[in-house]
Structure formats: C-alpha cells, structure tokens
C-alpha cells in the first residue's frame, strides 16, 4: 500500500485501471458516475480524497465528448473535495490531430483541451505518444509524456523482426518508426502521401526499398484504417513479402475492423490505451498492456521519484 495515493477512474477504460492498480497493490477509488434523464454527468465521490495525492485514469476515446466532460467533471469533484494534487492520466488524449492552424478560420483543438484540464482544476497530466510532442507546451502545468515503444519493441524483438524494414505512413511518424526500427536492428523507409481530407489520404510512393522484404508499418493512431490499408497496398505492389502494422492508439472507427481483416495484414500489434471492444477483437489485432508502463510513471510522480527513465 502507498500511503497518501488514491487512483480514481471513468468508465472509458476501467480494465487498464484494475491492472494499474493491481500492479501498485491499492484498490481502485470508488467513484460512481451516473446521469441525469437529459444525459448530463453526475459524479459522487465515495471517500475521502483531502489532502491525497489523485489520479484520475480516463482515455478519451469514443464517446469522445462523453468521455472528456466525465474526466473534467471528475477533476472539478476532486478539487471541490480538497485534493492535495489532481494528475489527469489520459494514455489517449483526444482532440490531438488538430494542433495547429493549416488553413483559415479553424480551431486548435490539442490546446483547447488543455485550457479545459487545466480550468477544471488539474494539476498534472500523465500520457502516452502524444499526437505531437508539441502539445506538452499548450500545457502550463507539467505534462509527463511516455512511450509506448518499449512495450512495443520487446514484443517485436520476441517474433524476431530483426531483418525487417520499419515503414513511417508519412513524414511526421519518421522519429517514431526510427526509435522502434534502431532498437530492433531494422531499415527504415517512408510512405509519402498527400491528404485529401478529414481520415482521407492517397498514398502517393514509397522511399525506401521493400522488395522481398517483410515490413511493419510504425503510427501513433489507427482510426479508420483508410490511410493504413493503402499502404499495405502500395507495399505489396512494391515487392513487400510479409506486412505488419504497429500503433499505440487503436482508435478503430468505422469500417476500421473489416479493413484490417479483409486486407493483406498479418497482424496488427496495439495498447491497450484505448479500450477495445470484444467485436473488435479479431485475430489479426494483438494487444499489448501498458499498464506497467503507467503504474511505474504513478508512483514514481507520487514520490517525487524521476520519470525521466521512463521516457524512452
């Protein structure tokens, strides 16, 4: 038991915070969060949270907008109850696909949410491969952003991915896909592609030799599984042998499931950041915990350990 720690959690993904509270052996907060006949958020703390360190473990998939007003309500209730610190653990933080302005009259969305975290009382916020990295300086709070690759890279480094080429689906992916492709002693080539729309991408060509090789497509988010499946596609008619897909966030919208099923995928290794439903879990779609990786960054903030050989 840590003393002075309470780890509280929405109904986004209550599995991944069991095992986080399983591997630092303290019991989940109990919270209930219910709703009125018109669908607002009702939220009643049933313990005493004054003075203790909170975390509140909430990922902000779909519902998107249900799943972030319960976080924000959650904190506001903490901050109500005389919390020592409020730590927002979002290992998927939502709205992070619009983080800059890339044409007229559009909104920031990565920087709205943080006004909203930080307004609604949080402290801190502790998450997993952020859209982009930029998003921590929207923050005037301390933003502890970790990585997936080490959970990712000892699954891979166990099936022996060692002669493989590391694809990035496109130029903003190549420091991730050269993290994961160094550590598992792989080439590394990019897919140029062209955007067309909101999850709408063409695949233009490929840099890099695949011919006769097996490849693993390295992102950060596969949402509808449009922009990954072109590039299996453009892959094979490039010679690839063998394709392999590896994300953080299975966002998985839409047609997104029938794609990866129906395409030339071997497998498609994920966290479980985000909660996948039992439908959605195919064959092809290997999850992956993080939850150790977010246990160790917990109590390494709760006492005031470093959390830098974690950001790796």
């Given at each position: ?289 993080i939850a150790k990786l977010l246990a160790e960054a917990i109590k390494n903030i709760h006492t005031e350990s470093s959390v830098s050989s974690?950001?790796?």
């Amino acid at each position: 038991m840590i003393n002075g720690l309470k780890i509280f959690s929405g109904n986004a993904n209550k599995p991944l915070a069991h095992e986080i509270c399983s591997d630092l052996n303290i019991p989940l907060g109990d919270a209930e969060i219910s709703h009125f006949s018109d669908g607002e958020i009702l939220v009643q703390i049933n313990e005493n949270v004054r003075g203790k360190d909170v975390f509140v473990i909430q990922s902000v998939s779909n519902p998107v907008n249900q799943n972030l007003m319960e976080l924000l309500i959650m904190i506001d209730a903490f901050k109500r109850a005389s919390a020592k610190r409020i730590t927002a653990v979002m290992p998927y933080y939502c709205y992070a696909r619009q983080d800059r302005k890339v044409q007229p009259r559009v909104p920031i969305t990565a920087k709205l949410v943080a006004d909203l975290l930080e307004a609604a009382g949080s402290n801190r916020l502790l998450t997993i491969d952020l859209h982009a990295g930029q998003i921590q300086g929207f923050f005037d709070i301390p933003v502890d952003h970790l990585y997936a690759a080490p959970v990712l890279v000892d699954y891979l480094q166990k099936k022996d991915f060692k002669d493989f080429v590391v694809i990035s689906p496109d130029a903003g992916g190549v420091e991730r896909a050269r993290a994961i492709a160094k550590r598992i002693n792989a080439t590394l080539a990019i897919i140029d592609k062209r955007r067309e729309g909101p999850n709408v991408a063409k695949v233009m060509n490929i840099i890099g030799d695949v011919k006769d090789r097996g490849v693993i497509v390295v992102d950060d988010i596969i949402d509808t599984a449009g922009t990954l499946v072109q590039a299996v596609e453009a892959l094979k008619k490039n010679g690839a042998k063998r394709v392999f897909a590896s994300c953080t966030h299975a966002v998985l919208s839409g047609p997104a499931v029938e794609r990866i099923n129906n395409s030339a995928l071997e497998e498609v290794i994920v966290t479980n950041t985000i909660y996948i439903d039992e439908p959605k879990r195919i064959k092809k779609i290997v999850i992956l915990s993080i939850a150790k990786l977010l246990a160790e960054a917990i109590k390494n903030i709760h006492t005031e350990s470093s959390v830098s050989s974690l950001f790796v």
